[in-house]
């Protein structure tokens, strides 16, 4: 009887545990690595510690282009939010994680002009200077095609925010994901323009924002149409770019062997784009991460590549994999090595996953193509 009772009891233990891990999974609370959370991924999901909701209630019905950066105090996310992107209503939100949870979120930005005029707000970027104040890049305009760049500093790494300063004229900072910083402070951001057709440009600022140079666009001896680029980083010294693709439906690629200053001729990776947004990160171990839709058309499923050289890419995750929009992801590595990446998910939430990079399985993309498929 005694072990009749025992095997119930595991399996009861068993049982509770599936359960607690699903209802945590469709509640958007975190899910923390373990034996049991390992044993119920799928193929594609080896390498990720935990995944969660930013918040699931907010002041705003939709939300899209996050971003993320690590302070002294913990973890700072931002995006826009409003009744619905390009309404005059949406702001820059903000929410800030203590080490337990993340806080409520707060506007940190908004675009309002005068008592009877206000704009909408587009694409943060926070960015943490090595020494300085964190940055809180935006943009504030009718449109992506007249907007224009602003700029707000917290000295307590996100809990309060210094009064909004505009960039000059044709500066926009970065326009979407993060910029990077050279051994002498120069801050590198990668930035695109819309107003007369999709260019890339490279922005860089010496005095954390007071003044500012720029070279582009990048794309104009091919014509390829191209926007929202991303950083990495090679050992040799050169610097290399992603972008988003308007027409091409690949990443695109340039490189440059002065800091930024000049760069190669674009051409096109062999990795899908469907007319999306991307982000990369090059990690401690010299390696690099992307995180990109890996589809021609639609914006799932989500996937995470790594790379040796920037050239050839291995598959390695799929962080979503079902219908509606997984978009707009950002992703960094913090001090501890893990890797952290926040992406839309359907446009009322932020999704925030956590990785191991010295967990992942890729795999080899044979001709761009993902192993199995789709993994749908």
Known sequence: MMKHYRKDLKLAAQTTVAAVLTICLLSGTLVADSKASKASRGPWQTGIVKGEFIFTEAPFSQCHASTIAQTQSGLVAAWF???????????????????????????????????????????????????????????????????????????????????????????????????????????????????????????????LGYSWASAGPLNNRNKFSAIQPTILTHADGRIQTLCRSGRENNILQSWSSDNGRTWSRMTATILPNPNAGIDAVTLKDGRHLLVYNHTPRRRSPLNVAVSNDGITWQAALVLENIKGEFSYPAVIQTNDGLVHITYTYKRRKIKHVVIDPSELKPHPMLNGQWPGGRER
Not at 105 to 130: H, M, T, Y
Not at 164 to 180: C, E, F, H, Q, Y
């Open 81 to 207: 939010g409003g009744t619905e992107e390009s309404n005059p209503d949406v702001g820059i939100w903000l929410s800030r994680h203590d080490g337990k949870q993340w806080s409520p979120p707060v506007e940190a930005a908004n675009g309002i002009q005068s008592p009877d005029k206000r704009f909408p707000c587009w694409n943060p970027v926070l960015f943490k200077p090595r020494y300085g104040p964190l940055m809180l890049f935006y943009k504030v305009g009718p449109s992506p095609s007249s907007w224009w760049g602003m700029l707000k500093t917290s000295d307590d790494n996100g809990k309060s925010w210094s009064k909004a300063r505009r960039l000059p004229d044709g500066i926009w900072g970065p326009v979407k994901n993060k910029p990077i910083q050279f051994d002498d402070g120069t801050i590198l951001c990668p930035t695109s323009s819309e107003d007369r057709g999709w260019e890339v440009y490279m922005q860089w600022t010496g005095d």
